[in-house]
């Protein structure tokens, strides 16, 4: 079955940059999406087609794409980014799946 | 404001039913597909399912066919998520969150707020 692979943690200082990345054999022909989701809360779209920023997200929120390779970057990470982040893609038979999630600590 | 609420928490025993609910607001609920999802304790996201509630067409994960049922009422803008006998690994928060699937993008937003569901003798 079709996987996305992520880090397990990302630790990071305030004001710096995390980097957070996913990989799939898929992604090169699928669009990956992000979630940032709080403890205790629901996930929220952060980023959607590899890129674009949904209204409402900050924009030190931004999402690149390279070969099986997705990353999410947080610039400039503020404390209220502590969270776990997933990744998500489709595959070419209308199917549905996550990353492993990557919980994002700021130190 | 596009929304999805859901059910509140349920307490089950092994072996019994359970039928938890998801409804939609904001928007039209027939034009869009209503996806499932779960996060066990501690644990990431695995995508269950969705369904289309302009004709019912359903889709399930293979990690899930069979396990439960996926269903709508567009009457009243609500999916729901059916298990007909419990078991104590389904213990888990569910989600239900709307799908764009458009042109080859496919995205989940916004979601609900979860349904926590525990299963114990």
């Known amino acids: 079955s079709y996987e996305l692979t992520q880090p397990p943690s990302v630790s990071v200082s305030p004001g710096q940059t995390a980097r957070i990345t996913c990989s799939g054999d898929?992604?090169?022909?699928?669009?990956a999406y992000w979630y940032q989701q709080r403890p205790g809360q629901a996930p929220v779209l952060v980023i959607y087609k590899d890129s674009e920023r949904p209204s409402g997200i900050p924009e030190r929120f931004s999402g690149s794409s390279s070969g099986t390779t997705v990353t999410l970057t947080i610039s400039g990470v503020q404390a209220e980014d502590e969270a776990d982040y997933y990744c998500q893609s489709a595959d070419s038979n209308g199917t549905y799946v996550f990353g492993t999630g990557t919980k994002v600590t700021v130190l | 404001e596009v929304q999805l609420v859901q059910s509140g928490a349920e307490v089950k025993k092994p072996g019994e039913s359970l039928n938890i609910s998801c409804k939609g607001s904001?928007?039209?609920?027939?034009?869009?597909?209503i996806g499932w999802v779960r996060q066990m304790p501690g644990k990431g996201l695995e995508w269950m399912g969705i369904i289309y509630p302009g004709d019912s067409d359903t889709r399930y994960s293979p990690s899930f066919q069979g396990q439960v049922t996926i269903s709508a009422d567009k009457s009243i803008s609500t999916a729901y998520l059916q298990w007909s006998s419990l078991k104590a690994s389904d213990t888990a928060m569910y989600y239900c969150?709307?799908?764009?699937?458009?042109?080859?993008?496919?995205?989940?937003?916004?979601w609900g707020q979860g349904t926590l569901v525990t299963v114990s003798s």
């Open positions: 898929a992604l090169p022909k699928q669009y």
């Open positions: 904001g928007y039209s609920f027939t034009s869009y597909w």
């Open positions: 969150a709307r799908l764009t699937a458009v042109a080859g993008f496919h995205w989940f937003d916004p």
